[in-house]
């Protein structure tokens, strides 16, 4: 392995999680494609015959990419528990969870609980809160503790 290059979530609607992903978040919106077919399947294992896709960028740099296969939802979905098998999140760093939270519920995600500060260890202080969308991604806010 020589680096991360970006996370990838399946989407139910493209355009809703551009939207999301740049206003309430602050990532660019960098490019859209389209593609499909063997291509595809061969990749992915996913027997779809489309999937659009949007980059979207973080001001670090860090990449997500947004897919919405056409056969949607026909495919399943993540578990709605983050303690489940296989129950994945990304975690983002902010400059304060309150505002983070507001933002992201403005537009129509949920917060999964209040947030609450890292009780020891290196992270001592930190303030995290998960929260979840339509389509059942997580993202963890972290609010690293005052200097």
């Known amino acids: ?6 996370t990838g979530f399946a989407v139910s609607s493209l355009d809703e999680s551009i939207r999301f ?3 309430a978040l602050g990532f660019t919106l960098q490019r859209q494609s389209e ?4 291509f595809l399947r061969q990749v992915t294992g ?3 015959p489309r999937v659009r896709t949007a980059i979207v960028e973080a001001p ?11 056969g949607g939802r026909e495919h ?42 890292i009780p020891g260890g290196p992270r001592k202080g930190t303030l995290v809160a998960y929260v979840a969308g339509p389509d059942r991604i997580t993202i963890e806010f972290m609010q690293p503790p005052a200097e």
């Open 21 to 23: 992903w740049t206003q």
């Open 60 to 70: 670090d740099g860090f990449v997500i990419e947004l897919l919405q296969y056409s």
């Open 1 to 6: 392995m020589i680096a991360v290059d970006h």
């Open 46 to 48: 996913v027997d779809d």
């Open 76 to 117: 399943g979905a993540v578990p709605e528990s983050a303690g489940a098998i296989g129950a994945a999140h990304l975690a983002l760093a902010v400059k304060d969870i309150h505002i983070a939270i507001e933002r992201v519920e403005a537009a129509g995600w949920k917060a999964k609980g209040g947030p609450q500060p």
């Open 35 to 38: 593609m499909g077919g063997e």
